[in-house]
């Protein structure tokens, strides 16, 4: 295990470095993979429902990435032992950040997600929703409403974070 201190060094030094650009790869330095039983499927409905870009196909059915503002997601296809989640699992959560969150939910329940969570707003400033996809994997959206310090809720801000 890495001790606090060290990883958020080694985190604020990592983040500022300069990533190198290649095309064939999203800029953002962290790019969840997530996995669909049909890749196509998932790009038009994630696109429909969500507001993301389809931005690189690789084969047909094999492997998209996406785009949404500065960040981006691969949409993979299942093969070997990457699988989408099983229902009533969940895994992981994907947060993206939206300028309202409130009309972003009615987009997605408009398409057919599930909302897991109405939008709600939080002591730290956000207003967010939580949406299943066709697939089963949850999603957070988030709505800056205003600049609100950790300590003014009860977090804690560390150095470099």
């Not at 690789?58 to 990457?82: P, T, W, Y």
């Not at 609100?148 to 150095?159: D, Y």
Request: aromatic share 8%.
């Amino acid at each position: 295990m890495v001790p606090l201190i060290l990883a958020s060094s080694v985190a604020g030094w990592v983040a500022s470095r300069a990533v190198k650009r290649n095309r064939s790869i999203p800029q953002s330095t962290i790019i969840p993979i997530l996995i669909y039983p049909d890749v196509r499927e998932a790009v038009d409905w994630l696109g429909s429902a969500f507001g993301f870009v389809e931005r690189v196909r690789i084969g047909e059915n094999h492997r998209a990435q996406l785009s949404f503002g500065m960040g981006a997601v691969i949409v993979g296809d299942v093969r070997n032992d990457r699988r989408p989640p099983r229902l009533g699992e969940v895994t992981h959560s994907v947060m993206v950040r939206v300028d309202d969150a409130r009309t972003h939910c009615d987009r997605a329940k408009a398409h057919g997600a599930r909302i897991v969570m109405e939008p709600t707003d939080f002591e730290y400033g956000e207003r967010q929703y939580t949406a299943e996809d066709l697939a089963g994997h949850q999603w957070t959206f988030s709505e800056t409403l205003a600049d609100v310090g950790p300590e003014e809720w009860g977090g804690t801000s560390l150095p470099h974070g």
